[in-house]
T-cell receptor
Framework: NAGVTQTPKFQVLKTGQSMTLQCAQD?????MSWYRQDPGMGLRLIHY???????DQGEVPNGYNVSRSTTEDFPLRLLSAAPSQTSVYFC?????????????????FGPGTRLLVL | AQSVTQLGSHVSVSEGALVLLRCNYS??????LFWYVQYPNQGLQLLLK??????LVKGINGFEAEFKKSETSFHLTKPSAHMSDAAEYFC????????????FGKGTKLSVKP
């Protein structure tokens, strides 16, 4: 059980380049999300998914695309990188138990991807 | 809309002193509240959370937090700071009972002086 994995750990891009940040989880969680962390801003939600084939926008979606073709993977795509996208990106995976089952909700964060756009 | 305010972007305490990190929230429905810790160059680790029931929540590493509905607060405390507690701490809120997203505060960086 590897939890939530993110690749790459660190990436340098030039303005206008594209890339995909990978996120995978092996816990069969339906809910996955992407956050960016910037100094003094906390974590802000970019996109999230409540299950395979379903995605939605968060607080700061502009410049990012996502897809969810499988339960395990939730890649984040930058189509044309900009210096404003220099940040640390965290993927998270969550489990919400059905109401009335008494189960415990859980959330796990990946180790992060540091992105520098020049 | 929900929001979280963490008072003080940087808090400094001496080793052995009380740690108090403040968090106030805004929510139109009963909230679920969380504290996360982030050590340098690492991801986020859940310290504790409040969902329902007892308002005093105990977490890992000796931290605890109390949900005070009348004050819309969820302050994090630890009786005696250790050097290893130096990290950044994030308070977060989620709409209670739903599969909603976490809304994070801007974080408080805790320094511990020897």
């Amino acid at each position: 059980n590897a939890g939530v994995t993110q690749t790459p750990k660190f990436q340098v891009l030039k303005t206008g380049q594209s890339m995909t940040l990978q996120c995978a989880q092996d816990m069969n969680h339906e809910y996955m999300s992407w956050y960016r962390q910037d100094p003094g801003m906390g974590l802000r939600l970019i996109h999230y998914s409540v299950g395979a084939g379903i995605t939605d926008q968060g607080e700061v979606p502009n410049g990012y695309n996502v897809s969810r073709s499988t339960t395990e993977d939730f890649p984040l795509r930058l189509l044309s990188a900009a210096p404003s996208q220099t940040s640390v990106y965290f993927c998270a995976s969550s489990y919400f138990p059905p109401h009335g089952t008494g189960g415990r909700e859980t959330q796990y964060f990946g180790p992060g991807t540091r992105l520098l756009v020049l | 809309a929900q929001s979280v305010t963490q008072l003080g972007s940087h808090v400094s305490v001496s080793e052995g002193a009380l740690v108090l990190l403040r968090c106030n929230y805004s929510s139109s429905v009963p909230p679920y509240l969380f504290w996360y810790v982030q050590y340098p160059n690492q991801g986020l680790q859940l310290l504790l959370k409040y969902t329902t029931g007892a308002t005093l929540v105990k977490g890992i590493n000796g931290f605890e937090a109390e949900f005070k509905k009348s004050e819309t607060s969820f302050h994090l405390t630890k009786p005696s700071a250790h050097m290893s507690d130096a990290a950044e701490y994030f308070c977060a809120v989620r709409e209670g009972g739903s599969q909603g997203n976490l809304i994070f505060g801007k974080g408080t960086k805790l320094s511990v002086k020897p």
